[in-house]
């Protein structure tokens, strides 16, 4: 799994709803790669306080902006 592949199923595995072989190349990957692991935790920072102010799922609107600004920040990274 590539870095890209991380932010592609990233939404799903924060929903534990990743396919159990793909969740573990993940973690596999994220164990490898500290600048995944980095993008992995904001997200799940946001997630968390997003979570505890409204305790419903991620609407798809928040999910896909989640999703543009995960994506922006990794390519920030490559440079
Ligand atoms: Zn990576």
Do not use: F, G, W
Not at 11 to 31: C, F, G, I, M, W
Not at 33 to 60: F, G, M
């Amino acid at each position: 799994m590539k870095c890209n592949n991380i932010i592609e199923e990233l939404t799903s595995y924060l929903d534990n709803a990743l396919d159990p072989v793909l969740r573990q190349d993940l973690e596999e990957h994220l164990k490898k790669c500290k600048k995944c692991r980095l993008v992995v935790d904001t997200c799940k920072k946001t997630i968390d306080i997003y979570c505890n102010s409204e305790p419903v799922p991620l609407p798809d609107e928040t999910r896909s902006r989640l999703h543009s600004a995960l994506r922006e920040r990794l390519q920030q990274n490559r440079r």
